[in-house]
């Protein structure tokens, strides 16, 4: 008998739906030659701090920080009460006991094809204690009958999944000693629950720069040459590249009188038919921006349909970072074009780099649907929504129709000064734009011919500059895939050569498979805030990373990135889990350490929670620090003494809380910042009748 366990109960049903007849029995299926059973995702964690540093105390505390255990254990997962989950436990006994039946010479892992599905089934199966037994795994790119056939007639052995695995503890292992060591420091240092993750704690941050810079933002006045003319009824627009600063008008207007002395000559003009070729296949990121602009759908539910889409077997696996289809699914693509022309799509099979390319696939193909067509019955609006998204795009890529378009280009000069080009685009065979959008506007350009003039009537055209915009769905999902991309640079050429490069090196900020998980669990802690397709920081987020800041708690993306190109390395057996794991342990360990006295950390310590600073001046009991900053222990009594944490944008160290108290004024603070001016000062902290103000004096 061969045993099957899959990731989720769904996955469970559609295996034996493809493999047939078997008998239900309790919380597994059985026939002649197999048993399906299945955990429902994790059923095992990794132990807390506790189970390596006891604490008798029974809360958090520092006693048992850092804790960097020597052998990472799995322990059955929890309740919220902290003790085994029942339903867990029924279910691991359920897979324990059919592990080791005498007449189960074969256990498959049928967890989802990554890394997270490798390690879910894998740590199951060995916690079973199942020995001597083969091991092979089923890989499943989507959940149609006829590929679980497939599928099943071709499982490997599960040692060739070994480096996979690895990565996937790895990340594990990395992920547990960032979150629960610095979660707790952190915590316990501001008095309030921070939850600080490798890769959590960089895409706040990214919106957190970005609303900082769009705040600090001042704008410039400059000017650019301008020319608006009507020609025989046409009109004409100029916009020079030129830019002129605001106290620069006179020079903007001096340009426009030279512009305007001469004639503008149509040099060149060029009519061309041209093929445009569609967009990309889908990658989760970019169907995920495509229904974040279009349709307002956020990363969590988009993905939570597509995965419901999946599961019900009408696309293929979804958590892929790839555009591109494996060379030997072919033949699995003639099915799906099949399948989708017999309701109506006018498509047909077309072999080329652009979309067959093994060398741009990690694990996975891009997101395509399968033969399984639905009836839009079956489908819910938003499944049906994203459902046609995907197919759309698969028939546009697939198009039997070019989609041709006449590009028209005139290029003027104007007496030698500057040369300016005019383009359009007409749509004159729609293609494969009959099933997806066509972004690019057409401008219809004015009759003009090579040879012809006309005068120019250039003025100095009042511009400012623009603020950076918010983050959305899509400028975010673009930004975590490679942080260090130009931002301007279009992510839509044909080469993307560098992008690919970025992804199998580990640079992006989390992964197809956790990115959209974190960046709601940021959303859920009060961090980001999602309306419509921006987001922004809320002052949860801002508290955060100033904390963390104040802290030296550096995760940007530069560190975060390096963890990640370690666990690509890790994938490729360049090094081991172990190796990872130092790296990581290394950059906690730098947290904890102790700091110079003339360190910029020191200087603004804030200490932690319940710590005295010093004697409140207006009667005389101890000032402590708070979750807010400094306060009087006698509030109950009602006394309202306090210092806050942040003035004017400067952190307030314990170190000078206390010497305001001792000594009625603080040392010079420099990092005061001024909202009207939008300048830095420096100044003094003075208490004056049991207040706090500013003292200027040397």
């Not at 947290?591 to 710590?611: E, T, Y």
């Amino acid at each position: 008998m061969k045993l099957i366990i899959a990731e989720k109960p769904s996955l469970a049903r559609n295996i034996c739906e493809a493999l047939g007849k078997f008998t239900k029995k309790g919380s597994y299926f059985i026939n002649d030659e197999y048993i399906v059973t299945w955990v429902f995702g994790h059923l095992f964690s990794l132990a807390d701090i506790e189970h390596y540093n006891p604490n008798p105390e029974g809360r958090w505390t520092l006693k048992n920080l850092p804790c960097f255990p020597q052998k990472f254990e799995f322990e059955l997962r929890k309740d919220k009460d902290g003790k085994t989950d029942g339903g867990v436990l029924n279910q691991f006994n359920v897979i324990k006991e059919l592990c080791l039946r005498d007449d189960v010479d074969t256990i498959v892992n049928a967890g989802d094809s990554d890394r997270e599905g490798e390690i879910i089934v894998r740590t199951c199966i060995e916690k079973t204690g199942v020995k001597g037994k083969n091991l092979t795994r089923l890989w499943l790119p989507d959940q149609t009958e006829e590929t679980v056939k497939a599928a099943v007639e071709q499982m490997k052995d599960e040692k060739e999944y070994d480096n996979l695995a690895s990565e996937g503890y790895a990340r594990t292992y990395i992920d547990w000693l960032f979150g629960v060591n610095l979660t707790r420091y952190a915590t316990l240092k501001t008095g309030n629950l921070l939850r600080v993750g490798r890769v959590i704690v960089p895409i706040v941050k990214a919106i957190y720069d970005r609303d900082l810079a769009i705040e600090n933002f001042v704008p410039e006045i400059y000017y650019a040459p301008l020319s608006k003319t009507e020609v025989e009824g046409e009109n004409i627009e100029l916009q020079s590249k030129k830019k002129f600063s605001k106290n620069e008008l006179y020079k903007a207007k001096e340009l426009c009188r030279e512009y305007n002395s001469c004639d503008a000559l149509v040099t060149d003009k060029k009519n061309k038919k041209d093929k445009l070729s569609p967009g990309k296949l889908y990658s989760l990121s970019k169907l995920q921006n495509v229904l974040g602009k279009k349709f307002k759908m956020s990363m969590d539910k988009s993905l939570s349909i597509v995965q419901d889409l999946y599961e019900k077997g009408y696309v293929t696996y979804p958590r892929t970072n790839s555009e591109y289809l494996a060379t030997a699914e072919k033949d699995k693509v003639k099915g799906v074009i099949a399948s989708i022309s017999k309701i109506g799509y006018d498509v047909k099979f077309k072999d080329n780099k652009t979309i067959f390319d093994d060398s741009k696939i990690e694990s996975h193909s891009a997101l395509i649907p399968t033969y399984k067509i639905p009836q839009k019955d079956k489908l819910s609006e938003d499944e049906f929504t994203v459902y046609k998204t995907i197919l759309r795009r698969f028939a546009a890529v697939f198009c039997a129709e070019d989609c041709i378009a006449e590009k028209s280009e005139i290029k003027i000069d104007v007496g030698g000064y500057e040369e300016f080009s005019l383009k359009g685009t007409v749509i004159v065979q729609k293609g494969w734009t009959k099933y997806d959008d066509y972004t690019k506007k057409d401008k219809i350009l004015p009759n003009l011919n090579v040879g012809d003039r006309f005068k120019p009537d250039f003025v100095p055209a009042e511009k400012e500059t623009s603020p950076p915009k918010h983050y959305t769905i899509e400028t975010l999902n673009n930004y975590l895939k490679n942080p260090f991309r130009d931002e301007k640079a279009n992510i839509e050429d044909e080469n993307d050569e560098e992008e690919y490069k970025a992804i199998f090196e580990g640079l992006e900020l989390g992964t197809e498979a956790t990115r959209t998980g974190i960046i709601d669990n940021a959303r859920k802690s009060g961090y980001i805030e999602l309306k419509k397709d921006v987001y922004t920081i809320l002052p949860g987020g801002r508290f955060l990373i100033e904390s963390l800041s104040n802290m030296g708690i550096s995760m940007d993306k530069y560190k975060t990135s390096e963890l990640g190109k370690a666990l690509k390395q890790v994938f490729r057996g360049e090094i081991s889990v172990s190796d990872s794991v130092k790296l990581a342990t290394k950059e906690i360990s730098n947290v904890f350490a102790p700091k110079a006295a003339d360190s910029p950390l020191i200087k603004n310590d804030i200490g932690f929670m319940g710590d005295v600073a010093g004697r409140c001046p207006l009667c005389q009991k101890d000032v402590v620090r708070t979750n807010f900053g400094y306060g009087c222990s006698g509030y109950r009594d009602g006394c309202k003494f306090a210092i806050s944490f942040n003035i004017c944008g400067a952190t307030i160290s314990l170190a000078n809380a206390s010497k305001l108290l001792e000594e009625g004024i603080s040392d010079t603070i420099d990092s005061f910042y001024s909202k009207k001016t939008k300048k830095n000062f420096s100044a003094r902290l003075k208490l004056e009748n049991g207040k706090t103000i500013f003292d200027f004096t040397k």
